[in-house]
């Protein structure tokens, strides 16, 4: 019989393939999980140089497996640059840029994310280039939205990226202007490239500091794998998978990250990448595309007008016709395909999409995903089951905005489909977790506390509490939902003889806490590929 490396034994094991946690044991030899069983203790695996680990009551668990995420710009937004979110003000957001100005070297770009106009106390006082640059004129600042699809900029960062009033706007972007005609500052959608093109290129010391940023967050928070998926046009400056190579070559690349790339009809650029990242922590897995915006800048695209605006129903980031085109050439060359989409419009139209593909290239296991889902049409929610389609919500975006702004917006009918969880893990049979890091803090324990208690912004109100789900519901849609969606779950995902072991230990039991106490649990340990990569001490 092999010894194992390592062992850990406990009172609460959650393999992922049973509902309640089991007392026992389970042995790690290199990178694989060779025993799992229930009532041992695992002696016969000790060897002279084993380590053994008594957890008790602390819940032993497969690793968290974020669904949706984009590494670089959440370092960038959580280590590097200002978080804006507790601004309550223009005014406070530009002291606040101010006091951060004062921490770097002349000539960096300022950066700063999280800011919401919607959250603020005097909401006629919105943002505008002459308010930051009352603060700070001579440096260029680019301060991005909280839920990363606009942004706000200084005169100096206008003058650097040349925007002038004349500057049309891009396809999908939105240059915004006063009623003088004068620039605001305020870039929405893909207009939001014409700065930060110029403003996120970093050398590759920056990018080194980045990584390793996000290494040691994401093992502190027992995250052992993600799915890095396209971060818009507006923000794919940071894209640099060959550096990721270099990391995963100098064995330093402690999570398994797996690659999503645009879908933006360069399939000779796609299947190169499919090629040349294969390996077991770095792998090209499908294509990432955007089919609308978000509701708060009213670019979720609906089936119906927007009941504050009726005017719109908001737009699709590109011509249906040219979404329908890009999947089924996709799905011909068997890519798996990810999709942006926020209103039910646009889950509708992300079906559609792939309803058209399996019937002109018949029907595979293309495991096919639609992203966020914040809003859907009952009708569509079966559909998921129908097509094999993968829901990826992130549960703590119900609480990005008062459920009161968005019932404002979007109606009382449509509200009650909003964030949709239960009803779909139950019509889909599968759902794959995630943050959408730095839009959400890359913190597992914030989304399984929103899925289950379904409390909304101002953490009193629950919102359709029809839609919670069980806490064994939800760390499996965290591990091996994920880990289905990625075409993993036969060597991750679960706690199971042969897999990797990507294990975590969390210093609660979530099984027998009450739920409102979920957010207080810790990770105690992280292990990845075998090896031990965070240790509470």
């Known amino acids: 019989m092999n010894t194992a490396d390592i062992i850990l034994r406990g009172n609460t094991i959650f393999t992922g393939w049973e509902d309640e946690p089991m007392s026992g044991f389970l042995a790690i030899k290199d990178e694989k999980i060779i025993a799992v069983e229930k009532d041992g203790n695992g002696d016969q695996y000790i060897g002279t140089s084993t380590k053994v680990y008594d957890f ?138 014409l700065v930060s093109d110029k403003a996120l290129v970093f050398p590759r010391e920056r990018q080194y500091e980045l990584m390793e940023s996000f290494l040691q967050h994401a093992a502190k928070s027992g995250v052992t794998s993600v799915n890095d998926l396209y971060a818009s046009r507006a923000l794919s400056s940071l894209e640099d998978y060959e550096f990721y190579k270099e990391f995963e070559n100098k064995k330093n690349l402690t999570v398994r990250v797996h690659l999503y790339p645009a879908l933006d009809g360069n399939f000779d650029r796609v299947k190169n990448l ?124 119900l609480a990005l905005m008062p459920s009161e702004n968005h019932t404002l917006r979007v109606g009382d009918e449509k509200d009650r489909y909003a964030y949709t969880c239960k009803s779909l893990y139950e019509g889909a049979g599968n759902l794959a977790f995630g943050t959408d890091f730095p839009i959400s803090p890359l913190d597992p324990m914030k989304e399984i506390y929103y899925a289950v208690n379904r409390k909304d912004y101002t953490d009193t109100r629950i919102w359709n509490e029809q839609e919670r789900i069980p806490i064994a519901a939800a760390l499996k849609a965290y591990t091996s939902g994920s880990a289905h969606s990625v075409f993993r779950d036969h060597e991750l995902g679960t706690l199971e003889p042969g897999k990797l072991a ?3 230990v969390l210093d609660k039991d979530l099984f027998s806490i009450p739920p409102e106490k979920i957010r207080e649990t810790k990770v105690l340990m992280t292990i990845m590929d075998g090896d031990i990569v965070f240790e509470e001490k």
Not at 109 to 128: C, F, K, L, R, T
Not at 302 to 310: G, T, V
Not at 329 to 350: M, N, W, Y
């Open 502 to 504: 990507d294990i975590i």
């Open 274 to 397: 499919r090629e040349s990242y294969n390996s077991p922590k770095l792998k090209f897995t499908g294509l990432k595309q955007f089919i609308d915006g978000v509701v708060t800048g009213y670019t979720a695209f609906m089936l119906d007008p927007y009941k504050d605006r009726p005017e719109t129903k908001g737009e699709t980031a590109f011509p249906p016709a040219q979404i329908k085109e890009w999947v089924i050439e996709a799905d011909k060359e068997e890519f798996q395909i990810r999709f942006h989409s926020i209103g039910d419009g646009a889950v509708r139209l992300g079906l559609d999409a792939f309803e058209k593909a399996q019937s002109i290239n018949g029907q595979r296991d293309s495991r096919h995903a639609l992203e966020h889902i914040e809003v859907i049409h009952p009708d569509d929610i079966k559909r998921f089951k129908t097509l094999g389609v993968i829901p990826s919500i992130q549960p703590s975006h």
């Open 56 to 193: 008790e009551d602390q819940l032993i668990m497969p690793g968290f497996h974020d669904a949706h995420l984009h590494l670089m710009l959440g370092s960038l937004f959580t280590d590097f640059s200002i978080d804006l979110s507790t601004a309550a003000s223009s005014e406070e957001v530009g002291q606040k840029v101010k006091e951060f100005a004062r921490k770097i070297e002349n000539g960096e770009w300022i950066i700063g994310n999280g800011w919401d106009e919607g959250s603020w106390d005097n909401v006629s006082d919105p943002p505008h280039r002459n308010i930051l640059d009352k603060y700070i004129p001579d440096t260029p600042v680019l301060l991005i939205h909280a839920e990363g699809h606009y942004a706000w900029v200084n005169s100096k960062a206008l003058e650097m990226a040349n925007l002038t009033p004349e500057t049309p706007n891009p396809p999908y972007g939105d240059i915004q202007k006063d009623e003088n005609g004068e620039l605001t500052g305020v870039l929405l959608e893909t207009a939001v490239s």
